[in-house]
């Protein structure tokens, strides 16, 4: 069963160097959880998904320019998360003002070819 996940989660992406922490849109505490649940929603880059320090995707345009300038040696750049559609699948049976939950089996795609996934939901107790 998956977890309930909550601000202050740790988030990684597949090409970000380092972890990221998670900030929850605000909203109200939800299952019994100290900190303001998450929905699929919560997907904003900067507000919701921060930096995972340096960007490997090769899809990357800042990448992709820096690579260039080196004459073809592969140069990672600071990551600009680049969400752009809601994490999914969500929760079907959990949600917080009428929108599905997120647990901490979803990810969220960036558009330089990422995948963010959970590391550590934020709690335990909450189930979903």
Do not use: E, H, K, Y
Request: with cysteine; aromatic share 6%; glycine share 10%.
């Amino acid at each position: 069963m998956a977890v309930l996940v909550v601000d202050g989660a740790v988030l990684s992406c597949s090409f970000g160097a380092t972890p990221s922490i998670f900030a929850a849109s605000p909203a109200s505490p939800a299952g019994g959880t100290s900190a303001g649940a998450a929905t699929i929603m919560d997907f904003a880059p900067f507000a919701n998904i921060r930096p995972f320090g340096l960007c490997s995707s090769p899809s990357n345009p800042q990448v992709i320019a820096a690579t260039s300038a080196a004459l073809g040696v592969f140069t990672p750049q600071p990551c600009m998360p680049a969400t752009a559609s809601p994490w999914v699948p969500g929760s079907p049976a959990v949600t917080i003002g009428g929108l599905p939950a997120l647990d901490s089996a979803c990810t969220c795609n960036c558009l330089w070819a990422g995948v963010v996934s959970v590391i550590s939901p934020g709690q335990q107790a909450a189930q979903v």
